[in-house]
């Protein structure tokens, strides 16, 4: 299957501060990569849609200026937590989109203190 | 809107049991449904996928099922291991275009004992 990569896999900062998480398709262009967080013990949720070259699409509820998203290529998306808070802490997985499937990332364990 | 569920929400098996994982979703109209594996604090990795217009796959010891019209896939194990301890998540995808997204269960966590 194709590969995604995540860079960190974890990172710990101190509130207030910004985080960007990178994404990077490696074997393949994906012109549609999705953002996803995951609290412990339950399932994903997507954030938001991020097409290349094009403002990414948020869900509900999730604050498009504090989770700054750019999909700059066809092989890398970034996500950038601002001024960075406890309650963000959480994992953060990406997704690139290769044919009729999705591949995911290994994703990012983001702890604020 | 759509909704996935999976049962149980957790499982415990002796190792060479054979069993069955359950996903239901209430809309009917989906493009596909795939299954996913998660090992704790890791990413996804995709284990099958079920066009809308098939009724299962296989892959070595894992069978999936679906019947789209009555909204349930099933995820069938055989010879359980160690190894497949993990998170069981199903997604369904609406239709096929570039920003349809994926609906998730809550997964089922799987361990399998020696």
């Known amino acids: 299957g194709a590969v995604v990569s995540q860079h960190p896999s974890w990172v710990i900062c101190k509130s207030g501060t910004s985080v960007k998480i990178e994404c990077r398709s490696l074997d393949f262009q994906a012109t549609t990569m999705f953002w996803y967080r995951q609290f412990p013990k339950q399932s994903l949720m997507l954030m938001a849609t991020s097409n290349e070259g094009s403002k990414a699409t948020y869900e509900q509820g999730v604050e498009k200026d504090k989770f700054l998203i750019n999909h700059a290529s066809l092989t890398l998306s970034t996500l950038t937590v601002t001024s960075a808070h406890p309650e963000d802490s959480s994992f953060y997985i990406c997704s690139g989109r290769a044919n009729y499937e999705q591949f995911f990332g290994p994703g990012t364990r983001l702890t604020v203190l | 809107k759509q909704e996935v569920t999976q049962i149980p929400a957790a499982l415990s098996v002796p190792e060479g049991e054979n069993l069955v994982l359950n996903c239901s979703f209430t809309?009917?109209?989906?493009?596909?449904l795939q299954w996913f594996r998660q090992d704790p604090g890791k990413g996804l990795t995709s284990l099958l996928l079920?066009?809308?217009?098939?009724r299962e796959q296989t892959s070595g010891r894992l069978n999936a099922s679906l019947d789209k019209s009555s909204g349930r896939s099933t995820l069938y194990i055989a010879a359980s291991q160690p190894g497949d301890s993990a998170t069981y998540l199903c997604?369904?995808?609406?239709?096929?275009?570039?920003?349809?997204?994926?609906?998730f269960g809550e997964g089922t966590q799987l361990t399998v004992n020696p």
């Open positions: 997604a369904v995808k609406r239709e096929e275009t570039s920003g349809s997204r994926l609906t």
């Open positions: 079920i066009q809308s217009s098939q």
């Open positions: 809309d009917s109209a989906i493009y596909n």
